[in-house]
């Protein structure tokens, strides 16, 4: 099986900061069709998050399930379904190995999908973070750029930059 990992928040959806209520989900621009394309090359998606407003008590574990339930819901308007979604509700001080970062979440995913292809998969997301925390497996990675543009140490895995999720698609299809 061959999957992109997805971040979240300024990836899929825009992020207000601290996403709590579920009428305040939009996807962004250029997501549908980058998601469409890479579904139609045999892609499947996993979403990988960081949620540390959970563990700083802005929000609980139950409204991020409101959220995710509308992005799911509005995906799947588009035939768009996504295979799973593994967060981190800690935050920086809790030291956890699932906050990207680190690569926990991306295990946790390949510990439950054991027939995820590491050498067909790629990550995209919108900080180095998130790229950092497939490294560990060279998952190729894609940025999605935002406040990062100068890039001093880029992570080996990371491929390519650009300006939205489907430009790493088309980026993904030509490669691949």
Same mark, same amino acid.
């Not at 061959?2 to 992020?15: E, G």
């Not at 990675?141 to 080996?156: A, S």
């Given at each position: 099986?061959?999957?992109?990992?997805?971040?979240?928040?300024?990836?899929?959806?825009?992020?207000?900061?601290?996403?709590?209520?579920?009428?305040?989900?939009?996807?962004?621009?250029?997501?549908?069709?980058?998601?469409?394309?890479?579904?139609?090359?045999?892609?499947?998606?996993?979403?990988?998050?960081?949620?540390?407003?959970?563990?700083?008590?802005?929000?609980?574990?139950?409204?991020?399930?409101?959220?995710?339930?509308?992005?799911?819901?509005? %995906?799947? /308007?588009?035939?768009?379904? !996504? &295979?799973? *979604?593994?967060?981190?509700?800690?935050?920086? =001080?809790?030291?956890?190995?699932?906050?990207?970062?680190?690569?926990?979440?991306?295990?946790?995913?390949?510990?439950?999908?054991?027939?995820?292809?590491?050498?067909?998969?790629?990550?995209?997301?919108?900080?180095?973070?998130?790229? %950092?925390? /497939?490294?560990?497996?060279? !998952? &190729?990675? *894609?940025?999605?750029?935002?406040?990062?543009? =100068?890039?001093?140490?880029?992570?080996?895995?990371?491929?390519?930059?650009?300006?939205?999720?489907?430009?790493?698609?088309?980026?993904?299809?030509?490669?691949?």
């Amino acid at each position: 099986m061959k999957v992109v990992f997805l971040d979240r928040d300024n990836t899929i959806n825009y992020d207000p900061g601290y996403l709590s209520d579920p009428e305040q989900v939009r996807i962004l621009p250029f997501v549908i069709e980058g998601l469409k394309l890479l579904k139609n090359h045999g892609f499947e998606f996993i979403i990988v998050t960081n949620q540390s407003g959970i563990g700083r008590g802005y929000y609980t574990e139950e409204d991020m399930h409101k959220v995710n339930k509308r992005i799911l819901e509005l %995906l799947r /308007a588009y035939e768009i379904h !996504i &295979k799973d *979604i593994f967060f981190c509700p800690h935050t920086e =001080e809790d030291q956890c190995n699932c906050r990207k970062p680190k690569p926990g979440l991306i295990q946790q995913a390949l510990n439950h999908y054991k027939e995820i292809d590491i050498n067909q998969s790629w990550i995209i997301g919108d900080s180095l973070r998130d790229i %950092l925390s /497939a490294e560990p497996y060279n !998952i &190729k990675g *894609i940025l999605i750029q935002n406040k990062e543009k =100068e890039l001093k140490d880029k992570p080996k895995n990371l491929l390519k930059i650009v300006n939205n999720l489907n430009e790493a698609a088309e980026f993904i299809i030509k490669y691949a």
